[in-house]
Structure formats: structure tokens, C-alpha cells
């Protein structure tokens, strides 16, 4: 019998005070890099984000895009587009999105982007965090964490106690 446990994911919890300053680091990031006519957030995760970015640019028209890609929250599933990108938004800047932002929370495996991409392939694709697999496929983001770190955003959280690193992946 062994004393091995499995690996566990490295747990990367986040408050809304850092997430506000993440996401305002965003837009600071994004200030000198264009025109921009309008947001596409990617829900839900891209909601917060695309608010502060929004606020912070001074940006008023903000559209949502609907992918369904986590299933009880840690299990990734087949993606289900919920919600596709309004024509008006697309025809923006020449079509295809050119001058639009789009905005999420984290970019993981890159399956998500890279249906929001096709939709809106001349976009700014723009993330507060990146992991390395989903990373080439976003032109911004200010935080990258190992494909192995699981984020816990502060919407998803309550306050309790949280063990020492040393005693939390210990059985």
C-alpha cells in the first residue's frame, strides 16, 4: 500500500478586492490599445470584469455571449453556445468585430475562446487570468497561473476558514 496520494489542484483563491484590482489592471492594459466601440462579455465569468472595463474606458454598449463549458463548476464538459453575439455587434468597426473587446474572467483550456474567436475573429480578446493551454489564443490578460490551479473567483465564495498550505492537500 502506498502513502501516494493523487495530485491535487493548487487552489488559487481570490478576493473581490484583488479581482477589482486585477480587472482594473485590465483596463489600464487596454486604455492605449484601440478604439473600442463595445464589449462582449463571455457569461458568466466575464460579467464582473466587463463591468469594471467597461466603467473604466467608458465604454456603453456592452453584449453577452453565452458558452456553457463547466458542469458542477470543476468538471469540464462539451461546450453549448446558450447565447450567440448580436449581428449589430459584429458588424462593428467592418465586421467580423473589429473594435470590440471581448472580456472574461480566465481563459483555461482555450475551448471556449476559441468559439467566441470565431464568432468575432478581428475582436481584442482580453482576460484578467490565463492558464498556459488557453493563453496563445488571448491578445491580454494580467495574471498567468499553472494549468493546475483551480481559481476561486470571490462570487463563488463565502467566508470560512481556509487551511494552512501545508495542511490542505494533506489526507
Known amino acids: 500500500m502506498s502513502d501516494e496520494h493523487p495530485p491535487q489542484p493548487k487552489a488559487f483563491p481570490v478576493s473581490w478586492d484583488q479581482f477589482h484590482r486585477d480587472a482594473r489592471a ?68 467592418g465586421g467580423e468585430g473589429k473594435g470590440v473587446l471581448i472580456i472574461d474572467d480566465l481563459v483555461d483550456t482555450g475551448s471556449t475562446a476559441r468559439i467566441v474567436r470565431e464568432m468575432l475573429p478581428k475582436a481584442h480578446f482580453a482576460t484578467v487570468y490565463a492558464k498556459p493551454k488557453g493563453r496563445p489564443l488571448v491578445d491580454t490578460f494580467i495574471t498567468e497561473v499553472s494549468q493546475d490551479t483551480w481559481i476561486y473567483f470571490p462570487w463563488d465564495m463565502g467566508l470560512t476558514f481556509q487551511p494552512p498550505i501545508s495542511k490542505g492537500t494533506l489526507g
Open 26 to 93: 485590465l483596463a489600464w492594459r487596454l486604455s492605449g490599445q484601440g478604439e473600442w466601440e463595445a464589449i462582449v462579455c463571455i457569461t458568466r465569468g466575464g460579467l464582473v470584469p466587463a463591468a469594471i472595463v467597461a466603467r473604466e474606458l467608458g465604454i456603453r454598449v456592452i453584449e453577452t455571449v453565452g458558452v456553457a463549458s463547466y458542469h458542477e463548476y470543476k468538471e469540464q464538459g462539451s461546450l453549448v453556445v446558450l447565447k450567440g453575439v448580436d449581428p449589430k455587434i459584429t458588424a462593428l468597426g
